[in-house]
């Protein structure tokens, strides 16, 4: 149980560039499903039954040993109404919290403002990766931002300051051409200074670090050891941040896809296993996501880009089932060929906010949007 010595902590996964959602949780009684994949349908006998309904793809074996303890809640049908197929639009509509305009601040941002009001904590929020997300950004909120926390404890100061610097360029030109200059870029330079001031306090995770988790050499493998070891050296993080991809599958998507999640899939397994072996799992949730889901029909080799998509919660705290309903897939029902969302992502986001880190989720979401609860113990 989450305590006030052990307060909760979220992991967010972006699964970067759209996630095929109707091969990841498959409704393998479904003919439709058969019918519109020609090319990349999964025969029956491979796939991973979860329970009469649904399945998940044969590469995604870890998950679905997690959905078998109970811990792993599947939100189906998540996304935002008047869907865009833009991934940049998309992106920014899940890191904003902003469907109707192009937002500035972050919904992570808010949520450590939130959490640390008086920045006390430079290490409130840790992303590892490259650059940093927009869901992130928010004015006089430090993120402590490194692509590699082994490696970056390692640096010469020289290197140290060209590995700053690169990633300093990096955010300059992800966010300088979608929102000009003036203001708004002052702060988000400013943002992108302060990404890099907590880079420091991280270096004693390696050192306090010990686990009998081998993890692969994927680099969603290297990032989720990196969050745990973050985690465990007790810095007092409550927001880490990844990704991983590109699930932007156009073409040979069946070695692509297979390839991403079984990476995915082992990293996140080993990841829980890792804190759950040293006790540190019990104030973690993960939440899993992606800017969108891909079209049902395939296009003889990929999918292009689609509407509704599939998200994922796990953690001990988590009340593992299915929530929100599967899209319709008659072809009638679809929207220029794709599922329509029938979960709006704010109200996940308002769960996880309430629920979990018990903060306000008006403020952050911009209203308010409901889902299913989806932890234990809350009504």
């Given amino acids: 149980m989450v305590t006030k010595e052990k307060p909760p902590v979220i992991v967010v996964l972006q699964l970067t560039g759209g996630n095929d959602y109707f091969n990841t949780i498959i409704p393998y009684n479904d003919n439709n499903y058969y019918d519109s994949r020609p090319s990349l349908k999964v025969a029956q006998e491979d796939m991973l039954t979860l329970d009469q309904e649904f399945a998940m793809h044969p590469a995604m074996g870890p998950m679905s040993d997690i959905y078998k303890t109970g811990e792993m809640a599947i939100i189906h049908g998540i996304g935002y109404p008047n869907s865009t197929r833009s991934h940049f639009r998309a992106m920014d509509i899940w890191h904003t919290a902003e469907p109707d305009k192009v937002g500035t601040e972050g919904w992570l941002g808010r949520v450590v403002r939130e959490l640390d009001p008086k920045g006390e904590n430079p290490v409130t929020a840790v992303n590892i990766g490259q650059g940093l ?23 010469t100061s020289v290197e140290e300051e060209a590995a700053r610097n690169k990633m300093l360029t990096r955010f300059s030109n992800m966010y300088g051409a979608a929102l000009g200059s003036g203001p708004v870029m002052d702060y988000l330079g400013q943002t992108g200074i302060d990404a890099l001031n907590g880079a420091d306090i991280l270096k004693v995770a390696p050192e306090k670090y ?16 990196d969050v745990a070891s973050v985690h465990k050296a007790g810095l007092g993080t409550r927001v880490f941040y990844t990704q991983q991809g590109s699930y932007d599958t156009h073409g040979a998507q069946a070695p692509t896809f297979s390839k991403l999640w079984t990476e995915a899939a082992a990293a996140i397994q080993d990841f829980w296993d890792d804190l759950r072996i040293s006790g540190h799992h019990d104030n973690v949730v993960m939440f899993i996501f992606s800017e969108f889901g891909r079209r049902v029909k395939d296009n003889g080799s990929g ?10 919660v796990i953690g001990p705290s988590v009340k593992g089932g299915m929530y929100s ?10 929207d220029q060929g794709d599922l329509v969302p029938n979960q709006d992502f704010r109200g996940v986001y308002s769960t996880l906010l309430e629920n979990w880190l018990e903060v306000e989720a008006a403020p952050i979401v911009n209203g308010t949007f409901s889902s299913e609860n989806f932890f234990v113990g809350v009504n």
């Fill in 133 to 155: 997300p927009r869901a992130l950004v928010a004015p006089n909120v430090s993120v402590a931002s490194v692509a590699d926390v082994e490696t970056y404890g390692l640096l």
């Fill in 303 to 312: 999918t292009d880009h689609g509407s509704a998509g599939v998200s994922f």
């Fill in 325 to 334: 309903r599967y899209p319709e897939t008659r072809s009638e029902a679809l």
């Fill in 210 to 225: 010990e686990s009998p988790i081998e993890y692969s050499n994927s680099l969603i493998a290297r990032n989720l050891r």
